[in-house]
């Protein structure tokens, strides 16, 4: 006879229970119990574990590649910086370190901020600076700082700015502090140090617009004293420590950018504004200076400068950046906006939103916008080397530009979707039309039209290339005036489209790689294989990997190793992620260019990412993960040869049960075979019965290596939680059939739980389902039509297509049209073109036939799914009287999105579940509810 595990409460009573008191007990239960599979010191992950268990952060290798920083710390708690050698050992440990922790160019130091404790009862507290030296393993600890910078190639300096202005001289000698003028946003001091002697210098009333420049000989600041009579920007040889004017005078001074070179700095400053009737606007008018970093400031670019369009002025809001060569100068303007005449009636503002059936985008789309478009910029360019003549590049039909080769390219590619901003209400994926711009005249030429995919410009902006969803090819097209595209994809023997695609929309591709050098060829990859193809003779591609990947279901995918580079080196090795698509297994692979079979570097039944290179080394840093192993770091050499784990985040999880996977197949209704992932306890026994969870969303078993860490998800279940509590967990992939999503997945889903559910380790009885948006949908639709689960919970669930189809996204303002029609509903048409497709995927047309109790999360302020799409499922069932519950967070969005509130979650699931599944006593909150009046006083979780 089968073994039935014990009730929950019988379990958590467990917990509290040694094993050799669970010997000495004369209980005969109990004796029992501990004689099977609970017979461990191991106990269940429950939700106050959630506080103990770190996540990984901030990680990176310093420069010289001989040590490893890396942020631990809990979802809700005080993260630790720790560093270490890349054989292992330990340097120093910084508590309450924020993310932002990083080395010097010259791996000497650690920097990084402290905050206050997490459960400090002062929450402003001001940050505190943690200098570690790596030879010492001494920190030193700076209070009130609010900010940090270090230069990129130089490891000798720190520049930090007090958070506190009492740590500043705040009194000018012309300043009265009992009078308005006083400033209340006056800078604060500013302090330069030397890493290696550990000298200072102090600069007061220093705003946060401070930058060194990238070899570290000049700290560029700007000021704002209590009384402005001290404003402007100022320069600091380094090495002296001198301060340099380059503008001053009173005003704010934003934006403050370096050359690449360490030559020049840029800035906004709104000093000259121009108090006259020519300047209508209620803000003020900004000015773009320049100045080489020995000299003083040039005035740049103002109020109608020439190059601009008229009544167009210098945008605050616009990015400053340096072409690498230095010889231009990008920055952003913008139209001059017109003074604020609110309208009133009756001498009462009047605040009224017209929708018009000839709006471009619909008001929702606008207001949700507002901000973003009242800040809007457009690119313009100084060339720096004719005069300081202005360029404007962008316009209101073609607001964004990039130019190429970073700003050094004599061409820049606009893709616009002004034309087609109607259809975006219902069409997928977007359209565009391409236009090439000359960065020296302003003049520009339309390359292509209505294209679903943006067009990019080669590095060395030689060509265009983009993707075709329909015709399912990469195409290029050289820049020259009069050219044709060139199909890149004509001579490869293999899809370059998702061949997993289902939905009702053009394919998108498997990706690129990005180029060669010098634009010798263009990186793309098919399901398995990378290619090269130079689009001057397409007709012969290499495939860089040899073939080894379709003929060993390998997918390889180049790792760019080198963050400064924009191309491919031809003449280096390849480093190649290598992903089984049968096993799940991973790991890495040494190629190369000319398209000889890559050889094995490492590769496991692990899940291996984050790759990285030191700067100045050949050390590598990655993570590897499984079911059981936490993501921790690991260090290598670029043969793998004796890597070594550097990281160990969660030494406690050895203390309690955890999960096993296992890949498991299934052939669906429609007759194709499927995946899946099935989680068991570690300590599963066979002659033992489960209750079974199951969860999905579309395809999810290429994560069979993933590792699930205790942690209060937003939405869903986490498989490695219930696993450890005494639930085996299904995790099902779908495919899908257009015009029949709920269909689709039922015919994908249930052969795989029932032919589970036969599994004499499974209690048919005991089966629950959860799954959240999507997921959720899904679920609700699938108990119209199957009675086997004995539970349900659907997060955010769309109950009436009908309804849904014509609301709004509240979050984007974005019409919900496109969503139904061409991507996730799949439902491939309108409401007036398929009807009947809209009415027979809606559950609530079909909740008559619910029998399964149902548990739904839906918040009121929900951007994604409409919170009323969850009430009209619980009214239905409320109506028919059936089961459910409808859990509302106030003023959340598609989820819960603040620690406790997810905490709060996961427990309300986990006590659902248990009542239908383990048979615990229901808590109040599900048994009889929690009325108005006492919301907020009680959470009826606990069970007498």
């Not at 002296?240 to 009173?250: A, C, E, F, S, Y």
């Not at 901003?421 to 977007?430: A, H, Y």
């Not at 995918?557 to 090795?573: K, S």
Request: net charge negative; charged share 20%.
């Amino acid at each position: 006879m089968r073994r039935l595990l014990p009730p929950l409460n019988l379990v958590l009573l467990m917990r509290t229970v040694s094993l050799r008191t669970c010997w000495t007990l004369a209980l005969g239960l109990l004796l029992a119990v501990c004689s099977g599979p609970l017979a461990t010191a191991q106990q269940a992950l429950d939700h106050d574990d959630y506080a103990i268990w770190n996540q990984m952060h901030t990680q990176a290798l310093a420069p010289d590649g001989e040590s490893v920083l890396y942020v631990l710390g809990p979802e809700h708690g005080d993260d630790t910086l720790r560093v270490a050698q890349p054989d292992g050992t330990h340097l120093l440990d910084v508590p309450r370190s924020t993310h932002d922790a990083q080395f010097t160019a010259n791996s000497q130091h650690v920097i990084t901020r402290i905050v206050p404790p997490t459960d400090a009862e002062d929450d402003d507290a001001p940050d505190s600076l943690a200098v570690a030296s790596i030879d010492t393993g001494e920190v030193e600890r700076i209070p009130d700082i609010a900010s940090f910078r270090l230069p990129e190639e130089s490891g000798d300096w720190i520049a930090y700015r007090h958070a506190d202005t009492t740590n500043a001289d705040n009194t000018s000698e012309n300043a009265d502090p009992d009078t308005s003028d006083t400033r209340a946003d006056a800078g604060s001091t500013l302090v330069l140090r030397s890493l290696e002697s550990g000298e200072e210098r102090t600069y007061e009333h220093a705003t946060d617009e401070y930058a060194f420049s990238p070899d570290g000989a000049w700290l560029v600041f700007a000021r704002a004293t209590p009384d402005s009579t001290g404003d402007g920007v100022f320069a600091v040889p380094t090495q002296t420590g001198d301060v340099r004017p380059l503008l001053t005078g009173p005003g704010s001074y934003t934006n403050l950018t370096i050359d690449e070179d360490s030559e020049q700095v840029a800035f906004l400053t709104n000093r000259d504004d121009v108090e006259s009737e020519a300047i209508e606007a209620d803000a003020p008018a900004h000015t773009l200076y320049r100045a080489a970093l020995a000299e003083d400031a040039e005035r740049i670019a103002g109020w109608q400068a020439d190059g601009l369009p008229d009544n167009w002025w210098v945008s605050e809001h616009g990015s400053l950046s340096f072409s690498d060569d230095g010889t231009r100068l990008f920055f952003g303007t913008a139209p001059q906006p017109a003074p604020d005449t609110t309208a009133t009636l009756v001498g009462e503002p009047v605040q009224v939103d017209i929708w018009h059936w000839q709006d471009e985008r619909p008001q929702s789309v606008q207001l949700n916008d507002r901000e973003e478009e009242l800040q809007r910029s457009y690119q313009a360019v100084v060339h720096l080397n004719d005069d300081n003549r202005i360029v404007q590049l962008a316009t209101e039909d073609r607001p964004n530009v990039d130019v190429g080769n970073n700003g050094n390219a004599d061409l820049a590619v606009a893709n616009t979707s002004r034309p087609y901003q109607q259809e975006m209400s219902w069409d997928f994926p977007s359209y565009h039309d391409v236009y090439l711009v000359d960065v020296n005249t302003g003049a520009a030429r339309q390359v292509q039209e209505q294209v679903q995919y943006p067009a990019s410009l080669s590095p060395e902006a030689e060509y265009l290339t983009w993707w075709d969803g329909t015709a399912e090819t990469w195409w290029a097209q050289s820049v020259e005036a009069g050219s044709t595209p060139i199909d890149l994809g004509q001579a490869i023997n293999a899809p370059l489209y998702n061949e997993d695609h289902d939905r009702p929309y053009p394919p998108f591709p498997y990706g690129s790689a990005g180029w060669l050098t010098e634009d010798e060829a263009f990186l793309i990859y098919d399901r398995f294989d990378a290619w090269a193809v130079d689009p001057s003779s397409p007709e012969n591609p290499t495939n860089l990997t040899g073939g080894l990947g379709r003929a060993e279901s390998m997918q390889f995918r180049i790792q760019q190793l080198d963050d400064e580079a924009d191309t491919l080196d031809p003449d280096a090795p390849l480093m190649l992620h290598a992903f089984n698509t049968e096993t799940k297994a991973s790991g890495y692979y040494e190629g190369a260019v000319d398209g000889a079979p890559p050889t094995e570097l490492i590769m496991m039944d692990r899940r291996f990412s984050g790759l990285t290179q030191a700067a100045d080394s050949d050390r590598l840093l990655y993570q590897r993960e499984d079911v059981s192993e936490f993501p921790d770091l690991w260090t290598a050499t670029p043969d793998f040869d004796a890597p070594v784990q550097i990281s160990t985040a969660n030494p406690q999880q050895s203390n309690y049960r955890w999960s096993t996977a296992e890949l498991t197949s299934w052939t669906a209704l429609h007759g194709e075979t499927l995946d899946g992932i099935i989680y068991k306890p570690d300590d599963f026994d066979a002659d033992a019965t489960y209750p079974l969870m199951v969860y999905f969303y579309e395809r999810n078993s290429d994560n069979l290596h993933n590792h699930w860490a205790p942690a209060p998800h937003r939405s869903i279940i986490n498989p490695t939680f219930y696993a450890s509590r005494g639930y085996v967990v299904f995790v099902p992939d779908i495919v899908y059939e257009e015009g029949y999503p709920g269909e689709s997945a039922y015919n994908s889903i249930m052969p795989g739980v029932t032919e589970l559910a036969d599994a004499p380790f499974i209690d048919r009885d005991r089966i629950g389902v959860q799954g959240h948006s999507w997921g959720g949908y899904q679920i609700a639709y699938m108990i119209t039509r199957t009675d086997l689960f004995a539970a349900a919970e659907a997060g955010a669930p769309v109950s009436n297509m009908t309804s849904a189809y014509g609301g709004i996204r509240q979050r984007t303002g974005r019409s919900r049209m496109f969503q139904y029609e061409q991507t996730q509903s799949r439902i491939g048409g309108s409401l007036w073109e398929y009807p009947t497709r809209y009415w027979e995927n809606s559950p609530l047309f079909y909740a008559d036939r619910i029998d399964t109790p149902l548990m739904m999360m839906h918040n009121d302020e929900d951007g994604a799914v409409p919170f009323e799409q969850g009430v009209e499922m619980f009214m239905a069932m409320r109506r028919l009287g059936k089961p459910a519950w409808l859990i509302n967070y106030n003023g959340q969005p598609h989820w819960p999105t603040e620690y406790h509130l997810k905490v709060d979650w996961q427990r309300r699931m986990q006590q659902f579940f248990d009542h239908y599944l383990m048979n615990a006593d229901a808590p109040p909150w599900l048994d009889e509810g929690i009325p108005a009046t006492e919301k907020g006083r009680t959470l009826g979780y606990e069970v007498e």
